[in-house]
């Protein structure tokens, strides 16, 4: 079967080949289209790249590997772009998403923990606390619950967090 004068195979080849090239250029400037496609995720840049690759893909191979019709060629490797992009979509992307804005806690949870004065924390002033966590080391940004001067290398308490700034006391175990 030809479409537009040339052979299906062929018009599968070059959707392939444009695809790929454009699945590149939104790798190097995917962040540029993220605003762009937030509010319909389903039209993603790399969910609509990735169909058609899927989808040149599967259809160029089966029209080089069978005699089947190019009609059911073409419906075959539409269903088959469909589920690739859908599994794609909610075991690849949407995981990707929701762990790229997690650091493994929340402000809230370190209220109560204890930590190392790593910058001092003057009267009046900010200073800078480590915390042993599960997932590591956090630093943060401290000032003083009781206004008082806390030197380096004191162990402290988290009594409170405002605006991302931890209010600390010196720990008395």
């Given at each position: 079967?030809?479409?537009?004068?040339?052979?299906?195979?062929?018009?599968?080849?070059?959707?392939?080949?444009?695809?790929a090239i454009l699945t590149v250029i939104t790798l190097l400037f995917?962040?540029?289209?993220?605003?762009?496609?937030?509010?319909?995720?389903?039209?993603?840049?790399?969910?609509?790249?990735?169909?058609?690759?899927?989808?040149?893909?599967?259809?160029?191979?089966?029209?080089?590997?069978?005699?089947?019709?190019?009609v059911w060629i073409l419906l075959i490797a539409a269903v088959a772009?469909?589920?690739?992009?859908?599994?794609?979509?909610?075991?690849?992307?949407?995981?990707?998403?929701?762990?790229?804005?997690?650091?493994?806690?929340?402000?809230?949870?370190?209220?109560?923990?204890?930590?190392?004065?790593?910058?001092?924390?003057?009267?009046?002033?900010?200073?800078?606390?480590?915390?042993?966590?599960?997932?590591?080391?956090?630093?943060?940004?401290?000032?003083?619950?009781?206004?008082?001067?806390?030197?380096?290398?004191?162990?402290?308490?988290?009594?409170?967090?405002?605006?991302?700034?931890?209010?600390?006391?010196?720990?008395?175990?």
């Open positions: 079967m030809t479409l537009f004068g040339y052979a299906m195979q062929d018009l599968y080849l070059w959707v392939l080949i444009i695809a995917g962040d540029l289209l993220d605003g762009i496609f937030e509010a319909i995720p389903f039209l993603h840049p790399v969910l609509v790249l990735s169909f058609f690759t899927f989808f040149s893909a599967i259809g160029y191979c089966l029209e080089w590997l069978t005699n089947w019709t190019s772009g469909v589920i690739f992009v859908t599994l794609l979509h909610l075991f690849i992307l949407v995981p990707i998403r929701s762990a790229e804005g997690s650091w493994g806690y929340s402000e809230e949870s370190l209220v109560g923990s204890t930590g190392i004065i790593t910058v001092s924390v003057p009267i009046n002033g900010y200073g800078e606390v480590m915390i042993q966590w599960k997932s590591g080391v956090i630093s943060k940004p401290a000032v003083s619950y009781d206004n008082e001067e806390i030197p380096q290398d004191e162990r402290v308490l988290v009594i409170e967090i405002k605006d991302g700034v931890l209010h600390v006391s010196p720990y008395q175990p």
